[in-house]
């Protein structure tokens, strides 16, 4: 099935065109973004069982941008009808354009006209089973079941946490040559298993996701066992010797350290800023020749795909890392303009109401290429080190190119063999060009994941997905 359009975008459209054919006759520039979100959350755990609307994916609105031919303004609202063409094209013309008031010290800077080159586009997603029609009911029992059914593995799980969330996203970008709207759904699940420990509580986390409809919960379900299994293994974990050893990744760490390492590092709104050391790499070694690394929104299908950005630039395969050489960073439309190169179609908001940023897709689309080697071999090759799996959280320092990540689990090998030894929790970091030049395996072995959310430091949420293959290099654990 495909997503429907939205009746309300559709119904806002005409009246969209009309205000920027009138703001396009004084301002060089004129855009609109409209936006008509909707997200559901439902969740099970000791603490009961919740369903709701989710205020951070639920948004209806627009945001105007124009250019007076040295610089942009952007003025968002939420209300469209015949009447309101006038008074927000008054409030932009009087209140917005020049801008005027800065603080003392501060000046604006010049910037040229953003190209707008004719296109058309209208895309909606694919899916198997619509959450609405599956019904509120319906998916709290699945995932009471499935809590049920984790509780009843052992005795020793205190509780078994289950999740789901969807978010339905309808986008429009109009301006005087470009007519572009998306639809797409979105879902994603959780799986925490929960055992005691001494007087602490050890959790082990599992996700699925998809571009897609509530069909993600039978992937969900399927991981159940993982994340029972990986809860009782923790209960016997011990602390790691603190040092730098040898690491075979699984993709979800891989995942972890590429958002982390390369993701954040190269969004080149942060270049701008000077606040980023990939910067000064461009057309150098930062990684082992084995690493090519990706970003986009329109090479892999997972929460953060989409078919264009927030500024109206088609979703692009962006190629950051090629044989270990850095090519190029990821950048939104303001950011390319400040720098000289072509957007990326990394300009994303949290929401209308918000400033677009630069930010990952596929990590969101963030992902190291599978190369050649076998899982078991990647095992069999380490003589004294660890296989990382079940990362929890992680950040980053791109002014001084370091990283530091949380790893649930390091399960120890010795001499090519899994010894059955557990060690948690682990701290991961390291400078991120010794990480990544350290890399002597890639596997064929590939999987995304989008669990999780990724903010612009403290804030700035938007949808992203992790992964890539499995790697083996030398790490610091502690």
Not at 93 to 109: F, I, Q, V, W
Not at 219 to 244: F, N, Q, T, W, Y
Not at 246 to 268: K, Q, R
Not at 435 to 445: E, P
Request: contains cysteine; hydrophobic residues 35%.
């Amino acid at each position: 099935m495909q997503v429907k359009r939205s009746a309300f975008l559709q119904a806002a459209k005409p009246l969209l065109q009309k205000l920027i054919g009138r703001l396009n006759e004084k301002y060089g520039y004129v855009s609109v973004l409209a936006a008509d979100t909707r997200g559901k959350f439902y969740n099970v755990a000791n603490t009961g069982v919740n369903a709701g609307e989710d205020e951070l994916f639920t948004r209806r609105g627009f945001v105007l941008k124009v250019y007076d031919g040295r610089s942009y303004g952007e003025y968002s609202f939420t209300h469209m009808d015949e009447d309101a063409i006038p008074a927000i094209a008054a409030a932009v013309e009087k209140r917005l354009m020049p801008l005027t008031g800065l603080p003392e010290g501060l000046s604006l800077s010049a910037y040229g006209q953003i190209p707008d080159e004719p296109a058309t586009l209208l895309k909606c997603s694919e899916y198997a089973m619509d959450p609405d029609g599956k019904g509120d009911e319906a998916i709290l029992s699945l995932l009471t079941a499935i809590r049920e059914e984790g509780k009843a593995r052992d005795e020793r799980i205190v509780d078994c946490a289950v999740g789901y969330t969807f978010q339905e996203v309808h986008k429009l970008f109009l301006s005087p040559r470009r007519d572009l709207e998306q639809n797409f759904l979105w879902s994603d699940g959780y799986i925490e298993a929960m055992c005691p420990k001494e007087d602490d509580i050890v959790c082990y986390m599992v996700g699925a996701s998809d571009l897609g409809g509530a069909e993600v919960l039978d992937r969900l379900r399927s991981k159940l066992d993982e994340a029972v299994r990986g809860a009782l293994e923790l209960i016997d974990s011990e602390p790691i010797p603190p040092g730098e050893y040898e690491c075979v990744c699984t993709p979800a760490v891989t995942g972890m350290i590429v958002h982390e390492a390369f993701g954040h590092g190269v969004e080149m709104d942060m270049f701008v800023k000077d606040r980023a050391q990939a910067k000064q790499f461009i057309g150098e070694y930062v990684a082992s020749p084995l690493v090519t690394m990706h970003d986009g929104a329109a090479v892999q299908r997972d929460t953060g795909s989409y078919f264009f950005d927030d500024e109206g630039v088609l979703s692009h395969d962006t190629v950051i890392i090629e044989k270990g050489i850095l090519k190029r960073g990821i950048s939104d439309a303001q950011s390319a303009m400040h720098l000289g190169t072509v957007p990326t179609g990394n300009g994303r908001r949290e929401s209308f109401e918000r400033k677009a940023y630069t930010r990952m897709t596929n990590t969101t689309n963030t992902y190291f290429e599978p190369g050649t080697d076998t899982f078991e071999d990647m095992i069999a090759s380490v003589k004294d080190g660890f296989l990382l799996d079940n990362p929890t959280s992680g950040m980053e320092d791109p002014k001084n190119w370091g990283i530091q990540c949380m790893v649930n689990v390091a399960r120890e090998i010795k001499d090519g063999k899994l010894t059955g030894r557990v060690f948690s929790p682990i701290v991961l970091t390291g400078y991120v060009p010794d990480l990544l030049k350290s890399i002597t395996m890639v596997s064929g072995d590939f999987a995304l994941e989008g669990a999780g959310m990724c903010g612009k430091g403290w804030k700035e949420w938007v949808k992203v997905s992790d992964g890539g293959p499995c790697i083996k290099a030398r790490i610091r654990l502690g």
